[in-house]
């Protein structure tokens, strides 16, 4: 395979899977994170080249985009958390005296 066949397949893909969204057959938010992770890799390609500046940005950008798209995960991680640290200090608090 030329290296140049790698990154035709990656679009071809792609593609097809956001074509497959517009069908109603996509991976709903599978695809909402591809893209902010393809723009982290671009910045990561831009810095690793010698833009450090744009690279940067980019990067940046991507995670924002990416912490968006993850804000409900996240919200769930905390509540969670925020159960189970509760619960351990009740527990604690028993073994104490």
Known sequence: MKSGNALAWLLIIFG????????????????????????????AFAWRNGSKLIGGVIAIIGVFMLLGKLSV?????????????????????????
Do not use: D, Q
Request: glycine share 16%.
């Open 73 to 97: 995960v996240i919200f769930w991680l905390a509540a969670i958390a925020a159960v189970v640290i509760g619960i351990s200090m009740l527990t604690r608090s028993k073994n104490r005296f």
């Open 16 to 43: 097809g899977l956001f074509l497959l969204g517009k069908f109603g057959l996509g991976l709903g938010f599978l695809m909402g994170l591809i893209v902010p992770i393809l723009v982290i890799l671009l910045g």
